[in-house]
């Protein structure tokens, strides 16, 4: 199976944040950023684009989304309600 930077992206971003956990607030800005530059700027270098990879948006954008998923899945307070996406919310 081929990975494409995406999945690679999403992958590296999610390790990434279970590795640095502590450090809630630059895995904020990771989320918050709103182009491939500015999650490279906010890593100032900790982490860089595997080689090979053609498409460096898709790469950084998955790195963001795997950053926002450890978040969502390590957030303290109530759990979040959920619906079947195939049910029309009420």
Do not use: C, I, K
């Not at 081929?2 to 904020?28: H, K, V």
Request: net charge negative; glycine share 12%; no cysteine.
């Amino acid at each position: 199976m081929a990975f494409t930077p995406l999945s690679l992206g999403l992958e590296a971003g999610l390790r990434y944040a279970s590795q640095n956990g502590g450090d809630r607030r630059r895995l904020g800005r990771v989320v918050r950023a709103h182009t491939a530059d500015e999650v490279a700027a906010v890593l100032d270098g900790d982490v860089g684009e595997p080689d090979g990879v053609d498409d460096r948006v898709a790469y950084w954008s998955g790195f963001a989304h795997g950053v926002r998923r450890f978040l969502q899945d390590t957030a303290s307070g109530p759990e979040p309600t959920t619906r079947n996406r195939s049910t029309p919310a009420t």
